[in-house]
């Protein structure tokens, strides 16, 4: 009953290291996202996936890539972090376009990121 | 472009009274989705409740129910006999059916007093 997975939970990071954070979903969804949450604007999309070897860009893809290699697995990474990364960010998951009930995304519980 | 508002930073009740969380948005489609979100402390997204834009009839949830003015571009949430377990961020949120892009308004703190 795990849902949505990220890890890791926490995070703290110097100006130019990488870093790649884990999404992982055991609900057989074929839509993957990736949003960061900053204080006073919501939830901004960052890159999502429709499916398994698919990515695209959402509102703010700079500095950040991913990738889907497996359908349940969705990983993002920054090569070269900045302090305006610095942000909680948000993995969600949905089924599909077919039908009403399938388009609920599932959120994992956040990753905060401190880039000093 | 699609956009979500929420023009209350903060909003605050009484336990066991109602409370309406405000909500417009901007769009040219006829048919799309919106969503009322919780933020709880923990940071986890919990839906709330959904409308279809081609149904009429508001959506209700046990205690939330939601007032959609599809001419207005309204979406509001109402959370009656408000618990204390209800204080959180809300996030108003729309998709269009095309994509399954979610695009949130900024949020509004709910705080309940006992």
């Known amino acids: 009953n795990a849902g949505v997975t990220q890890t890791p939970k926490f995070r703290v990071l110097k100006t130019g290291q990488s870093m790649t954070l884990l999404c992982a979903q055991d609900?057989?969804?074929?839509?993957m996202y990736w949003y960061r949450q900053d204080p006073g604007m919501g939830l901004r999309l960052i890159h999502y996936?429709?499916?398994?070897?698919?990515?695209a860009k959402g509102e703010v893809p700079d500095g950040y890539n991913v990738s889907r290699l497996k359908k349940q697995n969705f990983l993002l990474g920054l090569e070269s972090a900045a302090p305006s990364q610095t942000s909680v960010y948000f993995c969600?998951?949905?089924?599909?376009?077919?039908?009403?009930?399938?388009?609920?995304?599932?959120f994992g519980a956040g990753t905060r990121l401190s880039v000093l | 472009a699609q956009t979500v508002t929420q023009s209350q930073p903060e909003m605050s009740v009484q336990e066991a009274e109602t409370v309406t969380l405000s909500c417009t948005y901007d769009?040219?489609?006829?048919?799309?989705?919106l969503f009322w979100y919780k933020q709880p402390p923990s940071r986890q997204m919990i839906l709330v409740i959904r409308?279809?834009?081609?149904?009429?009839q508001n959506a209700t949830e046990n205690r939330f129910s939601v007032n959609f003015q599809k001419a207005a571009k309204s979406f509001s949430l109402k959370i009656s006999d408000s618990q204390l377990g209800d204080a959180a961020m809300y996030f108003c949120a729309y998709r269009t059916p095309n994509t399954d892009k979610l695009i949130f308004g900024t949020g509004t703190r709910l705080q309940v007093f006992p």
């Open positions: 769009t040219s489609e006829s048919d799309y989705y």
């Open positions: 996936s429709v499916g398994e070897g698919t990515t």
């Open positions: 409308q279809e834009a081609y149904k009429q």
């Open positions: 969600a998951s949905s089924y599909d376009l077919a039908g009403i009930a399938k388009n609920i995304q599932y």
């Open positions: 609900m057989n969804h074929e839509y």
